[in-house]
C-alpha cells in the first residue's frame, strides 16, 4: 500500500503519536510549516521528516516520540488551555516538571512520557477525553456542565470532577467588553448590534444568559478563538465581546476596551480537572499523582507569584506584567465549596442537582473527591471533609 511503500502516516496515526487534536496538527501544518503530503483527499506525513520536525521544534517539551511505540513505558496525556487564566496551574506543572517528579516517586521503575496537549476551548479537550486521546483535562465550567448532557447522551462516557482550579467570585474573570469611546453605555443598547465569543464555551453561555437578563435577541458573532474576539474589538469590528482572562484585562491595560457591567453579571467563574471514569480507575495512582502536582503548582503561584508569572510569560507569550496583574485576582484552590455546586447548578439547563451529582457513582458527571483526599494526605495537607466545604471559601487552608 502507499503508506507502507512510502514510509507515510496517516494523519491519525500521526495525531496519536503526538498526543495531539485535529485542530493543533491543523495548526501546526498551517503556522509551523509541518511537513505533509497531499494526495488527493488525503493527507499523509513522512515519518523521518515528522521526527526530523519535532527534534527541531520541542514539541510540547517532551521527549521524542517513539513512531513504533514501546512496551517499556506508560504514555500520560494531559490537555490544557494557555489562552485561559484560570487554567495557567498546567503551565507551572509543566514547565517546572512537577507531574514527572510525582511519577517517579510513585513509581520509580516504570518510565513514563507526559504528552501536553494545548487546546485553544474546552470542548475540544472534552471531545479529546471523549476519544481517549487525553487522560486529564482542564476546563472551565460550561465545558464540564456539556460532558455531564453528554454523559448522558454515550453511556460509555463517565466524566468525573477531580478537583477545581483556578476561581473568580461575583461574575469576575469573564466580562462584556465594549470597545473604548463606544457609545455603548448601558446593556439594552446592544440589542441588535453586533457581539462576538468563543462558541459552545464558558464564555458564551454567559453571553447567552446575559442576554436573556436584558431581554435582547440578536445572534452573537461566532469566532474560533479568544484571541479572534480581541481582535474584533481592536479592530473595532463588532460593538461589544464577551471576554475572559487575560483577554480582559489586557483590553483594559492597553486603553482599547471597557467592561460594560463592571460587577458582571453575578455568579462565579469555575474551572476544573476532569477525566473519564474507566481511565481514572484503572490508574488512580496516575490520577494522584497529578493531583499532587496540581496542589504543589497553586501552592507555588500563591507564594511564589512573581516567579510563577516568569513561567507562565514563558510559556504562554503573554506580556509578563500582565500576567502578573491576573495571577493576583485569581483564587487558587482546589477544593470543592457547595458555593461552587450552586454555580454549576445556575448554569445548568437542566436545572441538575449538582450536591447529587458529587455523590454519584454509576453514570452522569460525578465528583470523585477522594483522588484528591490522597493527594492532601500524600503531601501532609490538612485533611479535607468528605462532603463539600460549606459556604464561599475557606480563609483558613488553601488547596
Given at each position: 500500500?502507499?503508506?507502507?511503500?512510502?514510509?507515510?502516516?496517516?494523519?491519525?496515526?500521526?495525531?496519536?503519536?503526538?498526543?495531539?487534536?485535529?485542530?493543533?496538527?491543523?495548526?501546526?501544518?498551517?503556522?509551523?510549516?509541518?511537513?505533509?503530503?497531499?494526495?488527493?483527499?488525503?493527507?499523509?506525513?513522512?515519518?523521518?521528516?515528522?521526527?526530523?520536525?519535532?527534534?527541531?521544534?520541542?514539541?510540547?517539551?517532551?521527549?521524542?516520540?517513539?513512531?513504533?511505540?514501546?512496551?517499556?513505558?506508560?504514555?500520560?496525556?494531559?490537555?490544557?488551555?494557555?489562552?485561559?487564566?484560570?487554567?495557567?496551574?498546567?503551565?507551572?506543572?509543566?514547565?517546572?516538571?512537577?507531574?514527572?517528579?510525582?511519577?517517579?516517586?510513585?513509581?520509580?521503575?516504570?518510565?513514563?512520557?507526559?504528552?501536553?496537549?494545548?487546546?485553544?476551548?474546552?470542548?475540544?479537550?472534552?471531545?479529546?477525553?471523549?476519544?481517549?486521546?487525553?487522560?486529564?483535562?482542564?476546563?472551565?465550567?460550561?465545558?464540564?456542565?456539556?460532558?455531564?448532557?453528554?454523559?448522558?447522551?454515550?453511556?460509555?462516557?463517565?466524566?468525573?470532577?477531580?478537583?477545581?482550579?483556578?476561581?473568580?467570585?461575583?461574575?469576575?474573570?469573564?466580562?462584556?467588553?465594549?470597545?473604548?469611546?463606544?457609545?455603548?453605555?448601558?446593556?439594552?443598547?446592544?440589542?441588535?448590534?453586533?457581539?462576538?465569543?468563543?462558541?459552545?464555551?464558558?464564555?458564551?453561555?454567559?453571553?447567552?444568559?446575559?442576554?436573556?437578563?436584558?431581554?435582547?435577541?440578536?445572534?452573537?458573532?461566532?469566532?474560533?478563538?479568544?484571541?479572534?474576539?480581541?481582535?474584533?474589538?481592536?479592530?473595532?469590528?463588532?460593538?461589544?465581546?464577551?471576554?475572559?482572562?487575560?483577554?480582559?484585562?489586557?483590553?483594559?491595560?492597553?486603553?482599547?476596551?471597557?467592561?460594560?457591567?463592571?460587577?458582571?453579571?453575578?455568579?462565579?467563574?469555575?474551572?476544573?480537572?476532569?477525566?473519564?471514569?474507566?481511565?481514572?480507575?484503572?490508574?488512580?495512582?496516575?490520577?494522584?499523582?497529578?493531583?499532587?502536582?496540581?496542589?504543589?503548582?497553586?501552592?507555588?503561584i500563591r507564594n511564589e507569584r512573581d516567579r510563577a508569572a516568569e513561567l507562565i510569560h514563558q510559556a504562554s507569550g503573554f506580556p509578563l506584567l500582565l500576567?502578573?496583574?491576573?495571577?493576583?485576582?485569581?483564587?487558587?484552590?482546589?477544593?470543592?465549596?457547595?458555593?461552587?455546586?450552586?454555580?454549576?447548578?445556575?448554569?445548568?439547563?437542566?436545572?441538575?442537582?449538582?450536591?447529587?451529582?458529587?455523590?454519584?457513582?454509576?453514570?452522569?458527571?460525578?465528583?470523585?473527591?477522594?483522588?484528591?483526599?490522597?493527594?492532601?494526605?500524600?503531601?501532609?495537607?490538612?485533611?479535607?471533609?468528605?462532603?463539600?466545604?460549606?459556604?464561599?471559601?475557606?480563609?483558613?487552608?488553601?488547596?
Amino acid at each position: 500500500m502507499l503508506n507502507e511503500s512510502f514510509n507515510l502516516l496517516s494523519l491519525q496515526e500521526a495525531m496519536d503519536i503526538l498526543g495531539i487534536s485535529r485542530a493543533t496538527i491543523d495548526r501546526w501544518r498551517k503556522d509551523k510549516q509541518l511537513p505533509h503530503i497531499k494526495i488527493g483527499k488525503e493527507v499523509w506525513i513522512d515519518k523521518q521528516q515528522l521526527q526530523n520536525w519535532i527534534q527541531l521544534h520541542g514539541i510540547a517539551n517532551m521527549q521524542r516520540p517513539s513512531l513504533s511505540g514501546s512496551l517499556n513505558e506508560k504514555i500520560v496525556t494531559i490537555g490544557y488551555q494557555s489562552g485561559a487564566a484560570l487554567l495557567w496551574s498546567p503551565l507551572i506543572i509543566k514547565q517546572l516538571g512537577f507531574f514527572e517528579e510525582e511519577l517517579l516517586r510513585m513509581s520509580p521503575s516504570i518510565r513514563y512520557q507526559v504528552r501536553w496537549v494545548n487546546a485553544p476551548n474546552g470542548m475540544e479537550l472534552v471531545e479529546e477525553l471523549l476519544a481517549g486521546r487525553v487522560h486529564i483535562a482542564s476546563v472551565g465550567d460550561y465545558p464540564i456542565i456539556a460532558s455531564r448532557a453528554l454523559s448522558n447522551l454515550l453511556p460509555g462516557f463517565q466524566p468525573q470532577v477531580i478537583a477545581f482550579d483556578g476561581k473568580t467570585s461575583s461574575g469576575g474573570g469573564i466580562s462584556l467588553v465594549v470597545p473604548t469611546g463606544s457609545k455603548v453605555d448601558h446593556p439594552e443598547a446592544l440589542s441588535s448590534l453586533s457581539v462576538s465569543t468563543v462558541g459552545n464555551s464558558s464564555s458564551s453561555y454567559r453571553l447567552k444568559e446575559w442576554m436573556n437578563t436584558f431581554g435582547l435577541h440578536s445572534e452573537p458573532i461566532i469566532h474560533r478563538g479568544m484571541g479572534d474576539c480581541l481582535n474584533t474589538i481592536l479592530e473595532g469590528q463588532v460593538d461589544a465581546s464577551m471576554l475572559w482572562e487575560p483577554y480582559l484585562s489586557w483590553v483594559q491595560s492597553i486603553g482599547a476596551g471597557t467592561p460594560l457591567l463592571p460587577e458582571g453579571i453575578g455568579g462565579d467563574y469555575l474551572t476544573g480537572l476532569m477525566t473519564d471514569g474507566k481511565w481514572s480507575r484503572e490508574n488512580e495512582p496516575i490520577v494522584i499523582a497529578y493531583l499532587k502536582a496540581h496542589l504543589r503548582a497553586h501552592e507555588f503561584i500563591r507564594n511564589e507569584r512573581d516567579r510563577a508569572a516568569e513561567l507562565i510569560h514563558q510559556a504562554s507569550g503573554f506580556p509578563l506584567l500582565l500576567v502578573h496583574l491576573v495571577l493576583s485576582k485569581i483564587r487558587w484552590d482546589a477544593s470543592i465549596y457547595s458555593r461552587d455546586l450552586q454555580t454549576l447548578n445556575r448554569f445548568d439547563e437542566e436545572n441538575t442537582n449538582w450536591l447529587s451529582a458529587y455523590k454519584r457513582d454509576s453514570s452522569g458527571l460525578e465528583f470523585r473527591k477522594q483522588f484528591l483526599q490522597e493527594a492532601v494526605e500524600a503531601l501532609s495537607l490538612p485533611i479535607l471533609p468528605d462532603s463539600p466545604l460549606p459556604g464561599d471559601w475557606s480563609t483558613d487552608h488553601l488547596y
